[in-house]
C-alpha cells in the first residue's frame, strides 16, 4: 500500500460546478495534511493546510479530514478555468519534515 | 529576492558526465529537500537536510551526492549521469517547526542523451 494515495484523473468538472479531490494516507500517527496545486511546467505551490478533524475554508477552498478513516480531500466551489491543473496531496511521513506526495489528480475545469 | 532559487531552469548533459544542480534559499529554513518528478511516480524525495552539515536520504537517493556547507545552499550532484535520471528536479525548503509544509523553487529540467 502506497503510504498517499490520490486518483489521477483526470477529473472533469464543468465550470461553476463543485470538484471534490481525494486522498488517503497510511500513517495514522499523521499530523497534518497539505494541498498544493500544480500547474503544467512549474513548480507545486501550496494552497491549503489541515491539521484536525472536520472542515477549513479558505475562499473557494474547503479541505475536510477524517483520521478515523486516514481520508482528506480537498473541496473547489465555483470552479474556474484557471482551476485546471494536478492537485497533490502532502503528508509528513518518517520524520525530520519529509514530505511524501501521492500523484496528484489532475482536474480540468471545462467551459 | 527572497525565496527559493534552482540554476540552471533547463540542463542537457551526456551520460557518465557529473552535473550539479544548485539550490538557494533565503529564508533561513532549517531543512531542505531535493525531489525529483516523473510521469507516473509523482514527486520522490532524494536527499534532504535538517541543518547544515546535516543530510539524510531519502527515498531514490543512488546516483546522488549533496553536502550542505551553509544553512542557505544545497547542491545536488548526479556524479554519472544516467537516461534514468531525466527528470525534473525540485528543491524545496521547510521551517524548523516539525510537520510543517515545505516550499519550491521552480524546478531544473533535466535531460541526460
Known amino acids: 500500500q502506497k503510504e498517499v494515495e490520490q486518483n489521477s484523473g483526470p477529473l472533469s468538472v464543468p465550470e461553476g460546478a463543485i470538484a471534490s479531490l481525494n486522498c488517503t494516507y497510511s500513517?495514522?500517527?499523521?499530523?497534518?495534511f497539505f494541498w498544493y496545486r500544480q500547474y503544467s511546467g512549474k513548480s507545486p505551490e501550496l494552497i491549503m493546510s489541515i491539521y484536525s478533524n472536520g472542515d477549513k475554508e479558505d475562499g473557494r477552498f474547503t479541505a475536510q479530514l477524517n483520521k478515523a478513516s486516514q481520508y482528506v480531500s480537498l473541496l473547489i466551489r465555483d470552479s474556474q478555468p484557471s482551476d485546471s491543473a494536478t492537485y497533490l496531496c502532502?503528508?509528513?511521513?518518517?520524520?525530520?519534515?519529509?514530505?511524501?506526495f501521492g500523484t496528484g489528480t489532475q482536474l480540468k475545469v471545462e467551459l | 529576492d527572497a525565496g527559493i532559487t534552482q540554476s540552471p531552469r533547463y540542463k542537457i548533459t551526456e551520460t557518465g558526465r557529473q552535473v550539479t544542480l544548485m539550490c538557494h534559499q533565503t529564508?533561513?529554513?532549517?531543512?531542505m529537500f531535493w525531489y525529483r518528478q516523473d510521469l507516473g511516480h509523482g514527486l520522490r524525495l532524494i536527499y534532504y537536510?535538517?541543518?547544515?552539515?546535516?543530510?539524510d536520504k531519502g527515498e531514490v537517493p543512488d546516483g546522488y551526492v549533496v553536502s550542505r556547507s551553509k544553512t542557505e545552499n544545497f547542491p545536488l550532484t548526479l556524479e554519472s549521469a544516467t537516461r534514468s535520471q531525466t527528470s525534473v528536479y525540485f528543491c524545496?525548503?521547510?521551517?524548523?517547526?516539525?510537520?510543517?509544509?515545505?516550499?519550491f523553487g521552480q524546478g531544473t529540467r533535466l535531460t541526460v542523451v
Open positions: 500513517d495514522r500517527g499523521s499530523q497534518s
Open positions: 524545496a525548503s521547510s521551517e524548523q517547526v516539525m510537520n510543517t509544509e515545505a516550499f
Open positions: 537536510s535538517a541543518a547544515a552539515d546535516i543530510t
Open positions: 529564508w533561513s529554513h532549517s531543512y
Open positions: 502532502a503528508v509528513p511521513t518518517g520524520g525530520g519534515n519529509k514530505l511524501t
